[in-house]
């Protein structure tokens, strides 16, 4: 009798179940975004209510600035160690600094030209005499303080704890350089302290993710006491400023920072929808900073070395403003228009000068872009400072776009270091198309 022999079945393998995806409801940028309507829905059908919501707001915002100096200490410390040498930090930052300076500096040019252009202040005929100066006497008071001597003293820190204890991000960063350096240059005998910064960072980072749930209702708090107090029908005769700026603003994201990502070999429209929660985000608080930690995990995922995000991305926050640089230039034309003074190219180029510095000078001030514009209208004596009451109102609302043209400005500008560095690919980038 014969016997077919029989062939060894393959023992079944079970396929790993697929990772299940999160509901709608559960992923953080659409309760972001129903945040935002419900509170504009709120603020414009019952002011009075929302109004009180303010708390909620800033809040948030304070939550996430209680651990922004330590985000920023960790990542610059981590990032300068992690490069290994100090010729790579040099390269690398001085590289990002020569970006910072070129695109800021475009972006005074593109709000100098478009106010130039457009005029949006012409057509108010406003008498400086009939505006109530008290309302910024504020401003003017810490506009006052912040000379160029002020300026670079104001860097240096009393003492390290200061530096955190004050929050000021450019001192900080400050802080986190030198320590970044000596750290660098003990080498094997600063281990046991880099081992340290590492865990404190991990640390700092879960304790943001856990303060990221409370997003949603820091969005809701900051767009309901906004719309609420202000309300769109209260703008009037200012919507032709808020237009402006916003075109010019998303013209600059279009054109320029498209233009860098043309040439690092991705699609600037893929890349706002690769940061879609960020975006959400900046757009519900008012505040680039309550983005900063989850971009920089996000641009790490992305492909971008923690070394290189931890140098570029703080640095990025203090020093390439792109969006409060159009701002600063077109809302000192604004003014000037406004109240009826012509002014003269060399008036123009000297706002233009200043305002380089001030742009930058103000960083981690409350109010910080509306006091910086008072300094830069302070060279010009033939422009009434009171002018500046009649954008005050409106600056809640032009915060917006300069907060994520900001973001939007230093998450390009990191992708491409990290592309000029050789860290990313085009078929990396290219990822982006089939990201989630």
Known sequence: MITTPTVPQSPVVDAPPAPRRRAWWRVLYVQVLIAIVIGALLGHYSPALATQMKPFGDAFIKLIKMVLPLVVFCTVVSGIVGMGSLKKVGRVGGKALLYFEVVSTLALAIGMLVGNWLQPGAAMHVDPHTLDAKAIAGYVGQAKQQSVPDFLLNIV???????????????????SLLTGFALSACGERARALTGIVDAVTNAVFAMVNTLMRFAPMGAF?????????????????????????????????????????????????????????????????????????????????????????????????????????????????????????DLTISQQLAIFGVAMLTSKGASGVQGASFIALVGTLSVVPGIPVAGMALILGIDRFMSEARALVNMIGNAVATVAMARWEGELSREQLAELRRRP
Request: charged share 10%; with cysteine.
């Open 221 to 341: 708090g900051a767009m309901a006491f906004t719309v609420g107090k202000y309300g769109v029908a209260s703008l009037g005769p200012l919507l032709g400023l808020i237009g402006t700026f916003y075109l010019t603003s998303a013209l600059f994201v279009v054109l320029v920072l498209g233009a860098v990502g043309m040439v690092c070999g991705f699609n600037i429209f893929k890349f706002l929808l690769f940061l879609k929660e960020e975006i959400l985000l900046v757009l519900g608080t008012s505040s680039s900073d309550t983005a900063l930690p989850t971009l920089m995990r996000k641009l790490e995922s992305l492909g971008c070395s923690r070394s290189l995000v931890g140098l570029v991305v703080p640095t990025g926050y203090t020093f390439n403003t792109d969006g409060t640089s159009i701002y600063m230039t077109m809302a000192a034309l604004f003014v000037a228009q406004a109240t009826g003074v």
């Open 157 to 175: 820190p009393n003492t390290l704890v200061d530096a955190f204890a004050k929050g000021d991000i450019l001192q900080v960063v400050l802080v």
